[in-house]
């Protein structure tokens, strides 16, 4: 028997596969130290993934599995591990993503308390086993606070997303680019803020029109011809024309998604934004974010200071490196420097002037600046690309700014109903 679970085809394909991309991610997350076998791979995961997960008896174990067993017995008994299982269960992605982690992690348990280098493969059949036992649960306790970070990034990555539109599975060719950010303090700090964002994406509905293209919702009495339904031609014919004359035909609801340009944030992040604000403008930011997965629409987002800094664009089709520079970018932006609001909304007219989305497009200013308007030339420049305009004051006042807006929002307290308003803004 390969492994030491029951009730696992070793030998099936899709096995593993499982067991390979464990082992693949961990090479690569490891620069290639990471040289376990692709049956301890199998049982980490299936241990990760399982409700349930049964070893066989160990009367039935090889002599050459026996620390194999000891080290899943292990695993699975753990208190630690009871709580990964929440991220885990029934989700291969974060199954994948964290057994990876554990070998390597193991690994460097293993290296450390051997005294040895740490190119030496990974091999649990030269290890006593209370340094065995030991090395897994130091593992599980670096995995755990992984875990949580991960569930966050899988939460941004899937929140608006209905079946059939998008996948986060794609991020397993990323993997290590993940785990590393899992592990980032920064990262962390930010997922904290996750937190923040309210359950909105059930509270919008792409935006859509009648048309006779559409896709069928349905039944409804009207004189549209070009929807009517067949039957309506049984009809006599001065009977079918005082039909449409009152407006009375039987005619297919159909209904077309609008074309609506990107959904632009532009965030300060100058000295004055520090401490609750920034983190408060970042949740919102996040939850305009899960509001454009929703609704299929590019998502734009920039902070600017005295002079805008990197832009961050999100495609509608949701490419898993571009929420993965999206997140590294949110977590890497302090607030410092001063305030230029007019030099931010030219340049955001800019990119979405040059962008390749049709329809109208927003721009959501969130600024606690009390910084002078060109507003001749911002109102020009909104204007010419078509561009509706929603300021977001935090504690502050701006008369430039409340003119040129289409909506403008105060926000007195940094609350999850604050976030709120400015999503259904």
């Known amino acids: 028997m390969p492994g030491v679970l029951k009730g696992i085809r070793y030998e099936d394909p899709l096995v593993i596969y499982r067991g390979e991309k464990v082992l693949e991610i961990a090479r690569r997350l490891s620069k290639g130290v990471v040289k376990a076998d692709l049956d301890l791979a199998i049982d980490t995961y299936y241990s990760m993934y399982l409700p349930l997960p049964i070893l066989t008896p160990y009367h039935n174990i090889p002599q050459n599995k026996v620390k194999n067993y000891l080290l899943i017995n292990e695993l699975i008994k753990s208190n630690d591990f009871r709580d990964i299982k929440r991220y885990t269960l029934v989700n291969s992605f974060v199954s994948t993503l964290l057994s990876a982690s554990f070998l390597q992690h193991l690994h460097e348990e293993l290296t450390f308390s051997k005294g040895v280098e740490g190119n030496e493969p990974l091999n649990p059949e030269d290890t006593d086993d209370n340094t065995l036992k030991k090395a897994v649960n130091n593992a599980l306790k670096h995995v755990k606070e992984e875990g949580e970070a991960l569930r966050n990034i899988e939460k941004m990555l899937s929140d608006g997303i209905e079946a059939g539109k998008g996948t986060v599975l794609d991020l397993e060719e990323s993997a290590e680019d993940v785990l590393r950010m899992a592990r980032s303090a920064d990262v962390k700090r930010l997922l904290e803020v996750i937190s923040w964002v309210p359950k909105i994406v059930e509270r919008f509905k792409r935006r859509t029109t009648k048309s006779s293209k559409g896709e069928l919702q349905g039944y409804e009495l ?29 005619l297919y609801d159909k209904l077309l998604p609008e074309s609506q340009g990107p959904l632009y944030v532009l965030v300060d992040k100058s000295g004055s934004m520090e401490g609750d604000k920034i983190k408060w403008a970042k949740a919102t930011a996040i939850a305009l974010f899960m509001r454009s997965r929703k609704e299929r629409r590019d998502y734009y987002i920039r902070f600017f200071d005295g002079s805008p800094h990197q832009l961050v664009r999100i495609s509608k089709r949701l490419r898993g490196n571009e929420v993965l520079s999206f997140i590294d970018y949110l977590a890497r932006v302090k607030s410092g420097g001063g305030t230029d609001i007019t030099k931010a909304l030219v340049t955001a007219c800019d990119d979405i002037k040059f962008g390749s989305s049709k329809g109208i497009s927003d721009i959501i200013l969130i600024t606690d600046g009390e910084d002078r308007i060109s507003e001749h030339l911002v109102r020009r420049k909104l204007k010419v690309v078509g561009v509706r305009l929603v300021t977001v004051m935090i504690m502050g006042e701006n008369k430039d700014l409340r003119n040129l807006s289409n909506k403008y929002l105060r926000v007195i307290k940094l609350s999850q109903k604050e976030i709120i308003k400015v999503t259904e803004a």
């Open 222 to 250: 009207g004189s549209d011809v070009e929807r009517l339904v067949p039957t309506e031609l049984i009809y006599p014919k001065i009977y079918l024309n005082m039909k449409i004359s009152e407006g009375k035909l039987l």
